[in-house]
């Protein structure tokens, strides 16, 4: 599987905007970037995901640069509910499996 | 909105025993998994299941696991004989398709505590 590097940890203010980066330089021309977050305490949670072209849903934005090595996660207006730790996976076409590594822990402050 | 159910939410059990963790995945999805997580440690990979039969698993998925689905609705994980290091949290996930552009919904995990 192509490997996914992201920072440790984040910290963000209540109400502010969040990008979380995510570096994948290689990717193959097929793989999804996937972003899941997980609280404390319970299961992963499917945030977005996008092949080349930036995606929005009502959870975040997703922005994948041109060249598909890179792509940050951005939440709009952080919440306390937010805090999470926030995985950037490569999904191949040929396979089922979701590959979690360390991961971001994001702490948002009030 | 639909969601993954997963019972019991906490099990202790003695070594050795079996076990057998309960998942409800989402009406009409097709593909399902299950992961773990032993405390501290990252969400691992151990199996997935489509048209009833195992599509991957892990090398962590040794003889001592199984998975069926009893019916139109449930879908089991077996340890047959656990062991310490068994002791985790296991997440049961589902999705429509196998795609790799397809969504995987996790239910809210069952712990497993072996003592």
């Known amino acids: 599987d192509a490997k996914t590097t992201q920072p440790n940890s984040m910290e963000s203010n209540e109400e502010e905007p969040v990008h979380l980066p995510c570096n994948h330089s290689t990717i193959s021309g097929t793989d999804y970037i996937h972003w899941y977050r997980q609280l404390p305490s319970q299961g992963p949670e499917y945030v977005i995901h996008g092949l080349t072209s930036n995606v929005n849903n009502r959870m975040a934005s997703l922005a994948i640069a041109e060249d598909r090595k890179s792509s940050t996660l951005i939440l709009h207006r952080a919440t306390l509910r937010d805090a999470a730790v926030y995985y950037c996976?490569?999904?191949?076409?040929?396979?089922?499996?979701?590959?979690f590594g360390e991961g971001t822990q994001l702490t948002v402050n009030p | 909105e639909p969601e993954v159910t997963q019972t019991p939410s906490h099990q202790v059990t003695q070594m050795g025993q079996e076990v057998i963790l309960r998942c409800v995945p989402i009406?009409?999805?097709?593909?399902f998994y299950w992961y773990r997580q032993i405390l501290g440690q990252k969400v691992e990979f151990l199996v997935s299941?489509?048209?009833?039969?195992?599509?991957?698993k892990s090398e962590i998925f040794d003889d001592q696991f199984s998975v069926e689905r009893p019916d139109g609705s449930n879908f089991t994980l077996k340890i047959r004989s656990t062991k310490l290091e068994d002791s985790a949290m296991y997440f049961c996930?589902?999705?429509?398709?196998?795609?790799?552009?397809?969504?995987?919904?996790f239910g809210e995990g069952s712990w497993l505590t072996v003592v």
């Open positions: 996976i490569l999904r191949e076409t040929s396979g089922s499996r979701l590959t």
């Open positions: 996930a589902s999705s429509a398709q196998g795609l790799a552009g397809n969504t995987i919904y």
């Open positions: 299941f489509y048209n009833n039969e195992i599509s991957e």
């Open positions: 009406s009409n999805h097709l593909y």
